[in-house]
T-cell receptor
Framework: NAGVTQTPKFRILKIGQSMTLQCTQD?????MYWYRQDPGMGLKLIYY???????DKGEVPNGYNVSRSTTEDFPLRLELAAPSQTSVYFC?????????????FGPGTRLTVL | GQNIDQPTEMTATEGAIVQINCTYQ??????LFWYQQHAGEAPTFLSY????GLEEKGRFSSFLSRSKGYSYLLLKELQMKDSASYLC????????????FGTGTRLTVIP
């Protein structure tokens, strides 16, 4: 199993550009999550999904969109990139949504908006 | 709201024992997780606690007191490779395993 994979690893965007961060998991997990991690800050939940076709907002959803057409994929879309979106983005997945279920993280995408 | 506090940095000596504390105030509680994150890498799961008490996994142990909103991670026989950030996270939302993270404790192990 590859686990959770993310592409790209690094990206530099200009203000106003758009891009999609890709996330794929091969563990047949139902739940998937997108977090951002800023220096000196904890991970913040952007969006999550409890299954194909179902998504919901987390703590910091503004400026982002998601979709979940398959169990495996959970892309994150930035429509109009802003410097405040410079961050490291982690995708994670878990089998269920119970409070004891472990989340497994991808390697992250480091995004810089200039 | 959710508030999770842990020290920003700690230093300990190779072979020693270190305790990393975490206090939390959340609107609900399903479980508390500890993750390890090496610089530039993804967080990896270490342990979780649902009930009060101590959970032991090899050199790592985690303790929880729900009444006090308090947890700690205990690392024994420290090794240089244990230098990393340790993230405390609380699952507090019914029906979803959304995690609220503290800012992390950066541990430096010195010879």
């Amino acid at each position: 199993n590859a686990g959770v994979t993310q592409t790209p690893k690094f990206r530099i965007l200009k203000i106003g550009q758009s891009m999609t961060l890709q996330c794929t998991q091969d563990m047949n997990h139902n739940y998937m999550y997108w977090y951002r991690q800023d220096p000196g800050m904890g991970l913040k939940l952007i969006y999550y999904s409890v299954g194909a076709g179902i998504t919901d907002k987390g703590e910091v959803p503004n400026g982002y969109n998601v979709s979940r057409s398959t169990t495996e994929d959970f892309p994150l879309r930035l429509e109009l990139a802003a410097p405040s979106q410079t961050s490291v983005y982690f995708c994670a997945s878990s089998y269920s949504g119970t409070g004891t279920d472990t989340q497994y993280f991808g390697p992250g995408t480091r995004l810089t908006v200039l | 709201g959710q508030n999770i506090d842990q020290p920003t940095e700690m230093t300990a000596t190779e072979g020693a024992i270190v305790q990393i504390n975490c206090t939390y105030q959340t609107s609900g509680f399903n479980g508390l997780f500890w993750y390890q994150q090496h610089a530039g890498e993804a967080p990896t799961f270490l342990s979780y606690n649902v009930l009060d008490g101590l959970e032991e996994k090899g050199r790592f142990s985690s303790f929880l007191s729900r009444s006090k909103g308090y947890s700690y991670l205990l690392l024994k026989e420290l090794q240089m490779k244990d230098s990393a950030s340790y993230l405390c996270a609380v699952s507090s939302q019914t029906g979803a395993n959304n995690l609220f993270f503290g800012t992390g404790t950066r541990l430096t192990v010195i010879p």
